[in-house]
């Protein structure tokens, strides 16, 4: 095996993921849709969602299965501006894409669409669904709950998922305000990162069952499957620094992905059941709001890209060049990475190889073969 990057379009990665999907059953129009969503991940530079999670979270869960790699999207309620949805235990990718589609086109329509997805699965980037509603001169917004991760402040048991509260806006300027990130200090995906590069986890994003900041990437990892380990929510530890703000808006988001759907939530979605691998069963929800219910979308474009540009010409701390606004430095990443490809570390090459060999594909060649 290989012992350095090498770099793939994103093209060449989309060619093996979707024969991989298709392998293990996943229809090809929707092996498409997982493919794609996964390696915007990395084009977008959010290296803990991409690619490197094919094997683990996706290939893996199926052979236990925990996945349905056929995805039965069942329509339970609906009404004209909302609609409630059950995957069925089906690639989240699908059920997500599916269920944010039912908002735009409820929004185009009424102003406002909502649907509510239960018994789903891990979607990947949350950032990718928002992006649907802000392409089509929408606001969009997406929440997901996800395995018990975040302790609540004060606490040290890992009660929340790291539940996005994420955003998609359009502006006038080549790419839109997407705020897609985590309600803790950092993610599980960040983690794993950690410890496939053999590095550490910065003290202050995890405490242990002493109250204490952890940094062993591995253990950290083991031990947030035993539960006793916790992420720190945005604004850290205790309240000092305002860790019940990032507390209060993972409880915000858990609401919305569960109790809204009448699906599972907190330790319900643990993975385990009698002491066995099970389904996760997660729960999302997708809000496109039409702004021309509004005002004229290119006015909004206007005064959203104004409030931006202001923002990043603002007074710079000393030392610092440049100031960015959500969804900047994902623009650069993309232009940048569509040029000079994906690099995939050694660790993502050995996932891709056992893939390879385990499902007979014969028809890709890796640099590294």
């Known amino acids: 095996m290989s012992e350095k990057n090498y770099n793939l379009s994103a093209a060449f990665l989309a060619e093996f993921m979707i024969k991989v999907f298709q392998r293990i059953g996943v229809p090809k129009s929707e092996a498409k849709i997982c493919a794609e969503i996964l390696i915007e991940s990395d ?59 039912m908002a735009i086109k409820k929004a185009k329509k009424y102003g406002l669409g909502m649907v509510v997805a239960r ?10 669904y928002a992006t649907m509603a802000s392409d089509e001169g929408m606001i969009g917004q997406v929440t997901t709950n996800a395995r018990p991760s975040i302790a609540p402040t004060f606490g040290v048991e890992n009660m929340l998922g790291t539940n996005p509260l994420t955003f998609g806006i359009p502006t006038d300027e080549p790419f839109p305000f997407v705020l897609d990130c985590a309600t803790s200090v950092t993610q599980r995906g960040k983690i794993e990162y950690y410890e496939r590069t053999n590095q550490p986890t910065p003290p202050g994003l995890v405490i242990g069952r002493d109250g204490k900041t952890m940094t062993d990437s591995a253990q950290i990892l083991k031990d947030l499957v035993k539960g006793t380990a916790a992420l720190v929510p945005v604004g850290g530890i205790g309240d000092e620094t305002g860790g ?20 599972n939530f907190l330790w319900g979605l643990s993975g385990i059941k009698d002491g066995k691998p099970a389904p ?5 929800s997708f809000l496109a709001i039409n702004i021309e219910a509004f005002v004229d979308v290119e006015i ?54 056992i893939m390879k060999k385990e499902l007979g594909i014969r028809t890709v060649k890796f640099p590294w073969d």
């Open 119 to 128: 018994n789903s699965t891990h979607f990947g980037i949350a950032g990718y």
């Open 43 to 101: 084009l977008r530079g959010i290296d803990s969602h991409g690619i490197n999670r094919l094997k683990p979270i996706y290939y893996d869960r199926y052979k236990l299965g925990i996945l349905n790699t056929k995805t039965n999207f069942e329509i339970v309620k609906q009404t004209s501006t909302t609609a409630v949805v059950d995957g069925h235990n089906g690639m989240g990718f699908v059920v997500a894409k599916k269920c944010m589609d």
């Open 300 to 353: 909004f474009k206007k005064n959203t890209g104004e409030v931006l540009r202001a923002l990043r010409a603002s007074a710079k701390a000393p030392g610092q060049n440049r100031i960015y606004t959500a969804g900047e430095k994902e623009y650069i990443a993309r232009q940048e990475r569509e040029k000079n490809g994906i690099t995939l570390p050694p660790s993502v090459q050995k996932d891709f190889s």
């Open 280 to 284: 996760i069963e997660l729960g999302h």
């Open 244 to 263: 019940y703000k990032g507390y209060g808006y993972a409880t915000v988001v858990e609401i919305l992905s569960s109790a809204l759907q009448s699906g």
